[in-house]
Each structure stands twice: as C-alpha cells, then as structure tokens.
C-alpha cells in the first residue's frame, strides 16, 4: 500500500498547520520550546553547512520546524473509530499497535500516519492516539463512572460528523475541504471547563490521573506537539538551561554516528487553571489539571525484526542494570550504562545492512560500468562496484518503552503502579474498525521495492536472477 493522494496529502498539511496554530494560541510553553528548538537548529546548521546543503536538497530545511506528530487520548469504541475515518480523510492510516500496559500506563495505542515515503515529504504529520482501557482499572466506582460520563459525550461538532459522511459519499470539493480542516481541529482543542464537579475529578484522578484526563474535559485535546530537533542532546540541555524543565532522560537509543530509530524528549506538562461544574452547573469552582506539554524528536534507521530484538534486549539490559529512579536521580549513571550496552550494537552502514539489522533504500547508477548484467553478480558485487547505493529507511513510527516513559513523566508519584502485560491488539483493532498496519512490513515493502526498481534499471531481470547474498 502506498497511497499517497496528493488531496489527502494537501488536506493533511493544513490540518496540522491548523492544529500548530491552535497549539500555540493555547499553550505558551510551547511556544517557547519551538522558538528554543528553532535556535538550536539554526545553530546546527551554521556549525554543519553540509548538512545544510543536504537538508536544502532534500527539501527537508523548508519543513524543519513543521511538526512531527501530536498526540490525543479518547476514552471509547466510539471514539476511537469515528477518529480513523475522519484521519483517513487525510490520508493518515493506522499503523503499529502499542502496548503499554507493560509500563503501568492503562491505554493501548496506534499511530495514524501517512503511509510512503512521497505521502510522508508531502506532510509528515502523525498523530500518536491512545485508547483508555477501563479493565485495567482496578477501582470499580471509578471506572463506573468513567463509563457513564463517556457515553454522554460527542466529541466531534455534528458539522464534522456531517462531513465526515460526506466525503466518505462523494468527497470534497474546495470549501468543504477548508471547513472540514476547521471541524476537525476543534475536536483537540483546549477546553478549561472540565465536564464535571472537582469531587468526580478527584475521585477518577485517584483512581489513575489518565482518567481524569480522559474523561473529565470535553474532548481529547492535544496533549503534546513534537518538533524535529537536529542534535536532540543540545536541545534537551538548552530546555534544562533555559528553565524548561525536560524530564530526566532522552527516551530510546544513545546517541550514535549511525542513528537508529528514534530519540525522543519533552518538557514536563505544567498544572493550568481549569473550572469545574459544581452542584448540577449553579456554581463554578476553580482547580488545576496538568495536560499539555512538548516534545523534540530526532529519528534513525528504521530496524528489521533481528535488529528491534537486539535493540529491545540491550535497552533491557540497561534497565536492569541500571534502572532509572521514578524522579531520575540517576539518570546519568543510567546513559551511561545505555552507552555502554549500546556498543554492542553495530554503528556504521556497511554492517547494519550485512547484519540485516536495518532496512535500506536502494538506488541505482546506470553511469557505472559494473559489467554485463550476469548471473554471477551479487547485490554486495554491485554496492561495491557502486552501481547500486544503499541508504538506511528512516523510521516513521514509535516506541512503546519510550512513550511509556513520556506518559510516565507527566503523572507524577501515581504512575508507577504495576501491570501485567496485557496486549489485545484484536480488541483494539474490534473497536478500531479496521486492522492496525503492520511497520515493518512496510519497511520490507520498501526496501523491496526500491532493490527490485535499481537492479531492473541496470538490466537485471529480477533479484532473483542475481547471487544471494551470504547471510551472516
Ligand atoms: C502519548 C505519549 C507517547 C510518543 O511520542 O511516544 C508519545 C501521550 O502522552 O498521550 O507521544
Ligand atoms: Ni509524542
């Protein structure tokens, strides 16, 4: 599947441009962090001018401060399905299932995102959408209630719905695609009234503070917006210097010469004013609730199945050895340790893609003489004659230890409990509607296509017809 619709991908771009402007109306920490990651990019740029050359010809310096991904959490079936075809209208797919009921954190997760690389350029918004899941909620008043609340609420404006339906009839012509792109950011923006009285807040926040969150507000706001950061440790240590206050640790690898996967990191979601319905809406009365926070992400090689194991074992390896302290005291001598662990895992190209630990992208050049096409060439025959290039795939999708560490360092002393690990990935994808798309069958699909492509415009058949390649 590579569906790239250059309308959903121009509906896509402006509905996140909408959401960034929304954002930055509402919360001014984050507007603070972007002007801080704005710089510190700059200053990257000005000390690498081949990176800047690279990133002017790939286009990516024009969309260096577009945002990455946001992130929402609805309580309901409901919800949940209604949210994949109003994305789907934007061409954003449901890709990846999260588990993080591991980390103690009651949700699963999907992220809904525009599938292949052109998709991708065009707009590389995703939205990382989580679903409460009330069973594992150990108090039974609570999750009552929660329930009852839930059932009452409609998070989309009955214009959006109608839209919805709409397009789904006979698509959109220009204005209502510029109305829907105001529908629907309405449902994720803030709404400092809560839906209920401080007593049932306080009641379900008890029972987990993601209740709360959840249930309590009128819709699933934004929580966070992610910005690309180009030295994602200089921009961790310019939040800290600047007041910030980021959370202990940059979530996923250690920092590499090859980059893998993704490094993430935020600014912890500060306590704002909110109102609460008191007595059946004859009162108002004042509270807090902390939400809403930022986030910088710096992404790597996209990893085969072999090359996620060896990175889940070591980042094991790590936690057990080390194991990062609830208020990271310790998040030092835990870097440490990962750096550590971390050098068993190779660092340069040529071996990543020996070791068939990370996908690749390949192109061709026909200009090199590598001989007549023969069966006696190999794919490496080819790479060294250079012929064929090799360029690791970036990864598009997330991490569920690193968003549980994310959530976890925004819900206090409370988060730290415990569960079992409890995936249900066919429930989730019951209420979804739809199966979540599985990453790195995308990945492979891309790697596959692009060797098959290269080799057929240097005049071989098929892989088939070449040399396989040793397997280490
Ligand atoms: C989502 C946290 C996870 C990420 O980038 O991994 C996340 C949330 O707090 O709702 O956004
Ligand atoms: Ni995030």
Known sequence: MNGSSPCADAIRAKFASAISNMYQAEAPQYCAMKALVAETNRQCLADDPQLERRLLES??????????????????????SSLRRLFAIMGM????????????????????????????????????????????????????????????????????????????????????????????????????????????????????????????????????????ALDIDASHAAMEARGLNPKAIIEGPPRRRRPILLRQTSFKARAEPVEFIEEDGRRLSGGAHAARFGEIEQRGAALTAKGRALYDRLLAEAQAAAPLAADGAN??????????????????????????????????????????????????????????????????????????????????????????????????EAVLGAPVLDELALYQEAETRSLTASLEALGFESIASLQPEATP
């Open 59 to 80: 286009g990516e310096l024009a969309r260096l401060d577009v945002e990455r991904h946001g992130a929402i959490r609805v309580g309901t079936a409901e919800e949940l």
């Open 331 to 428: 998040a030092s001598a835990f870097g440490e340790e990962l750096t550590r662990r971390f050098a068993a895992f190779p660092d340069d190209d040529v071996t990543l893609r020996r070791d068939k630990l990370a996908f690749f992208r390949y192109s061709s050049d026909a200009s090199v003489r590598a001989g007549e096409p023969s069966s006696s060439s190999s794919v490496d025959d080819l790479l060294r004659a250079g012929a064929l290039q090799a360029e690791p795939i970036l990864y598009e999708d997330f991490l569920p230890v690193s968003a549980a560490g994310i959530f976890r360092s925004n819900l206090g002393d409370q988060g730290a409990e415990e569960f079992i690990e409890r995936a249900d990935r066919r429930a989730f």
């Open 93 to 228: 797919a449901p890709v990846g299932y999260y588990d993080l009921s591991v980390a103690g954190i009651p949700v699963h997760s999907t992220a809904f995102r525009p599938i292949g690389e052109c998709a991708m350029r065009a707009s590389p918004f995703r939205i990382f959408t989580s679903l409460l899941r009330p069973d594992l909620i150990a108090d039974a008043q609570a999750r009552e209630i929660a329930t009852k609340i839930l059932a009452q609420r409609d998070i989309f404006t009955p214009r959006c719905r109608a839209l919805i339906d709409l397009f789904e009839r006979r698509g959109f012509d220009d204005e209502e695609t510029r109305e829907f792109v105001i529908e629907a950011a309405k449902a994720f923006r803030w709404n400092g009234r809560a839906t209920v009285s401080s007593a049932v807040y306080q009641q379900l926040y008890a029972a987990h503070p993601l209740l709360a969150d959840i249930v309590c507000f009128k819709g699933p706001h934004i929580n966070h917006l992610t910005l690309h």
